[in-house]
């Protein structure tokens, strides 16, 4: 009887480990998720600063010829 119990014990002990390495991987997901949210919107402000400075160059590059 003891092993059953013993063995009942560690299989809700490894259950418990597991259920605590899900969350943390969930908090570290939901973590990398807002990341590349924000280097996203950061490469898309780049991008349109880019864009207003390439226009604003080739209008330059117009008025001086």
Not at 9 to 24: D, R, S, T
Not at 42 to 56: F, M, P, S, Y
């Amino acid at each position: 009887m003891f092993w059953a119990m013993l063995a009942i014990a560690a299989g809700f002990l490894g259950l418990a480990v597991l259920g605590v390495m899900a969350i943390k991987v969930f908090v570290e997901a939901e973590r990398l998720g807002r990341q590349v949210s924000e280097t996203t919107r950061r490469i898309n402000q780049a991008a349109e600063d880019l864009e207003k400075a390439a226009a604003g160059a080739a209008r330059a590059g117009r008025e001086a010829v």
